[in-house]
């Protein structure tokens, strides 16, 4: 039993490792056990406590809004998810190798033309289930805290992972994977400059954490097709305020 339960808490921590997350990774930087108190329900019943996000009744909208303010069912998962053609840091498929169908087939045509122009990329994580969110919130609640944790992870039901249209990205070689050194890099500039043209956006740009609720993020792209990520790019504005939503207080 003992074995069992070692080798359980092995995969779980593995499968973290390579999930990455809405924030900065420790995962890969130091290894840590997940401990039997960081339960999905553990995080559900602080979240009740502290939070008064509204429930989103349009989830299948693709321009949809989901942060601190803005929850998604517990029980929702994306009806069109699919595996994109794209390399990612892993080689098994899981989950986080997943996008709706849309958002999946625009990141396969990114990935090409960032290549013919000599940028190569690589997926870290995309889809994450509600589950898989709770558990990954958990872990950096047990290491920092639940007031830091939030700075740079997402309860669960407020990521935009779990909508499947949002994927973080990285360089060729790896390095840097959801992490500050990303910035400056070849790969964050060009989809600075050429993301939008696929319908993605910097989901938490530079200097808008007040709005966002969450630090910049250069390798978190969220798909919203191209006509609003052209106008959100050209404007130089977050998704909150294209929809003209209310300010996130973080």
């Given at each position: ?25 420790h ?175 910097i ?13 910049y ?11 609003i ?10 998704l ?11």
């Open positions: 039993m003992i074995k069992i339960r070692f080798i359980f808490l092995f995969l779980v921590v593995f499968t973290l490792l390579l999930a990455g997350c809405t924030g900065k990774l995962f890969f930087q130091n290894e840590g056990n997940l401990s039997q108190n960081s339960s999905p329900r553990a995080e559900v019943q602080q979240q009740d406590k502290d939070t008064s996000s509204q429930s989103i009744s349009s989830q299948e909208v693709i321009p949809v809004l989901v942060n601190k303010s803005n929850k998604l069912p517990d029980q929702y998962q994306p009806s069109d998810l699919i595996y994109p053609d794209i390399p990612f840091m892993f080689n098994q498929k899981s989950e986080k190798r997943q996008m709706r169908a849309d958002a999946g087939a625009a990141i396969e045509r990114l990935f090409a033309g960032a290549k013919q122009q000599g940028v190569n990329l690589l997926g870290v994580s995309a889809y994450r289930s509600h589950a898989s969110q709770a558990a990954l919130f958990n872990y950096y609640v047990n290491q920092d805290g639940y007031e830091a944790a939030r700075k740079y992870s997402a309860i669960p039901g407020t990521s935009e992972h779990e909508t499947g249209l949002a994927i973080d990205v990285t360089g060729g070689d790896g390095k840097c994977a959801a992490e500050d050194c990303f910035a400056g890099t070849e790969e964050a500039v060009w989809l600075e400059d050429h993301a939008a043209d696929y319908g993605f956006i989901r938490y740009p530079k200097g808008k954490d007040e709005i966002t609720g969450y630090q993020e250069p390798w978190h792209l969220r798909y919203v097709g191209k006509e990520a052209k106008e959100i790019m050209e404007r130089g504005i977050t909150e305020e294209y929809v003209d939503a209310t300010v996130v207080n973080n």
